[in-house]
T-cell receptor, first 112, second 115 residues
Framework: SQQGEEDPQALSIQEGENATMNCSYK?????LQWYRQNSGRGLVHLIL?????REKHSGRLRVTLDTSKKSSSLLITASRAADTASYFC????????????FGQGTRLTINP | NAGVTQTPKFQVLKTGQSMTLQCAQD?????MYWYRQDPGMGLRLIYY???????DKGEVPNGYNVSRLNKREFSLRLESAAPSQTSVYFC??????????????FGPGTRLTVL
């Protein structure tokens, strides 16, 4: 079964608002990554947070990681229409080969 | 650099037909992956190749075979396609040398329909 679970499954907000997506995972991780997928396209890496990090920023993205709760959140600030996409978290398990276990994704719609 | 390329982009098969999905990367990455994505779902790992000459099963390997032809190319074969294999297939690669915590780079996907 998939390790990552995402919440909410779909989110619709107005342009300029902030969007928050949450991810939970089941086992110990080496790192957790967030990807974006535009409709009909492949996934694009957004940001990676290591298991010993609690927060990371990249432009308008802010990721937090709480290993005690096995959860992560992705915050997109000042959303734009171009942010409309599906967002996936992917957990790299602590042990084993470099495999990622993906969540089911959050479909984000930014309304102009 | 073209990154990760996949062929074909679209394919329609009849039940029982076979086909091979091709994937190539020009980033000199040592690890490559095949995923499938079903509607409203995340990606599930079919097979992966940690390095040239090695392949391992992922979460959903049944009905598929893979070949790591060389460092650049990693193909996925459906020997006898079934409607349950209707999906979008993504290939990805990563530079896993030195235990780096690197991102995966994805191809554009192959949309496969099995009738």
């Amino acid at each position: 079964s998939q390790q990552g679970e995402e919440d909410p499954q779909a989110l619709s907000i107005q342009e300029g608002e902030n969007a928050t997506m949450n991810c939970s995972y089941k086992t110990s991780i080496n790192n957790l990554q967030w990807y974006r997928q535009n409709s009909g396209r492949g996934l694009v890496h957004l940001i990676l947070i290591r298991s010993n990090e609690r927060e990371k920023h990249s432009g308008r993205l802010r990721v937090t990681l709480d290993t005690s709760k096995k959860s992560s959140s992705l915050l997109i600030t000042a959303s734009r229409a171009a942010d409309t996409a599906s967002y996936f978290c992917a957990a790299r398990p602590f042990q084993g080969a470099q495999k990622l276990v993906f969540g089911q994704g959050t479909r984000l719609t930014i309304n102009p | 650099n073209a990154g990760v390329t996949q062929t074909p982009k679209f394919q329609v098969l009849k039940t029982g037909q076979s086909m091979t999905l091709q994937c190539a990367q020009d980033m000199n990455h040592n690890s490559m992956y095949w995923y499938r994505q079903d509607p409203g779902m995340g990606l599930r790992l079919i097979y992966y190749s940690a390095s040239e000459g090695t392949t391992d099963k992922g979460e959903v390997p049944n009905g598929y075979n893979v070949s790591r032809l060389n460092k650049r190319e990693f193909s996925l074969r459906l020997e006898s396609a079934a409607p349950s294999q209707t999906s979008v297939y993504f290939c990805a690669s990563i530079d896993a040398s030195g235990g780096a915590h690197n991102e995966q780079f994805f191809g554009p996907g192959t949309r496969l329909t099995v009738l």
